[in-house]
Nanobody, 123 residues
Framework: QVRLVESGGGLVQAGGSLRLSCAASGSIFSINVMGWYRQAPGKQRELVATINSGGSTNYADAVKGRFTISRDKAKNTMYLQMNSLKPEDTAVYYC?????????????????WGKGTLVTVSL
């Protein structure tokens, strides 16, 4: 089992910045990809960014150039630096950790989620 706890959400004006954190504990050795997802009111959950065990990153087109995903292995913590925030970035942001196969499939049911942190961007 992997436990994930997000923090850092809040209210910010458009154009501002926030940094989200995701602290991981438990069987961290059993995962190879971590990521951030978000779900806006009335919409489906969507990918924001991922980072794998080799440090490679992937971003949704909507956040490229504005958001940066990173991790501190020593602290078992992943971050999402969000700059130039827009009202459309308003959502609950979820931390995810998973064991992924070469085709992007979850292996052995190892797919874990945090409870989420709310980010609200006002005009």
């Amino acid at each position: 089992q992997v436990r994930l706890v997000e923090s850092g959400g809040g209210l910010v004006q458009a154009g501002g910045s926030l940094r989200l954190s995701c602290a991981a504990s438990g069987s961290i050795f059993s995962i190879n990809v971590m990521g951030w997802y978000r779900q806006a009111p009335g919409k489906q959950r969507e990918l924001v960014a991922t980072i794998n065990s080799g440090g490679s990153t992937n971003y949704a087109d909507a956040v490229k150039g504005r958001f940066t995903i990173s991790r501190d292995k020593a602290k078992n913590t992943m971050y999402l630096q969000m700059n130039s925030l827009k009202p459309e970035d308003t959502a609950v942001y979820y931390c995810n950790a998973a064991l992924m196969g070469p085709a992007g499939q979850v292996l052995y049911g190892r797919d874990y989620w945090g409870k989420g942190t709310l980010v609200t961007v006002s005009l």
